[in-house]
């Protein structure tokens, strides 16, 4: 058996800062911004939290998938930036949407969070133990940002994505997910409390923390290189894939994974412009806007791919 996206949804909120809205809050501008990172606007929080955000995409997804959520069997949010600890986040949207025969937990991978959900619950539904499995990515990262960091506050943005996968007969599709400890610290962010917990910390760690241009070069050498393990274990050629859906952290990135593997840049569609980088939200909004857009077609051959921290990164291949 194999999982099978039958629905996709997404919800950003209404609020929106452009790039000339932050450049009243540090020093820089929207040429600056748009050619170095392809980012023009992201949607930030209000009232909006990261389970409102994933219950709004869920529901999205049951409706298109024409489920009713009481068939959903499990649940997986992905995120690092929850308003709740516990009960988790994919709890909270189970209790929203009234799934009530879900079993639900959550998974924290960061900017490559919706991969290896997917994969997560490709592999249940493989093994048989689940046959009707939502993923949902969401992430409130502007709690995270230091605002006065340029390095960071004009990349990220909120928001959420889901898809619902159901059994259908076939043989599990390549998945391929990588990580890499030892290289952490390019990316961190640090709990709010030290060990003994009582004590708030105000120092910068407690706010995402990226080093721009390793993450930069790691994505664009290991992004192609695990798109490669995953054609060469499909035993298919690049050609054949019609879309490849990354993770939308960086217009140069795309370019430059495009550019390594050959392929045009019409086969990698980008929506960071609109939405910033929403770390495991990102890939589940794209992928619900082509299906929205009517640009997804049966037999179509994705590529699912995403990086970030950990280090980690992976890419699955699907079949729409």
Known sequence: MRGKIIGTGSFAPAKVLDNNDLANLVDTNDEWIRERTGVVRRHIIEDESVTSMGTAAAEQALK???MKAEEIDLIIASTI???VILPCAAC?????????????FDLNAACTGFVFAYNTAQAYIAAGIYKNVLVVGVEALSNLLNWEDRGTCILFGDGAGAAVLTAEEGTILPMVTHSDGSRGEALTCNSRHNKDWQEH??????????HGQEVFKFAVRK????????????DISIEEIDLFVLHQANRRIVESVAKKLKQPIEKFPMNMHEYGNTSSASVGILLDELNREGKLKAGQKILLAGFGAGLSWGASLIEW
């Not at 992004?223 to 499909?234: H, R, W």
């Open 201 to 210: 910390l105000e120092d910068d760690s407690t706010y995402l923390q990226m």
């Open 92 to 104: 909270e949207i189970q209790k929203g949407i009234g799934a009530v025969n879900a079993t639900c």
């Open 223 to 234: 992004v192609p290189e695990v798109i490669g393990e995953v054609l060469e274990q499909a």
């Open 64 to 66: 298109d998938s024409g």
């Open 81 to 83: 930036s929850s308003n």
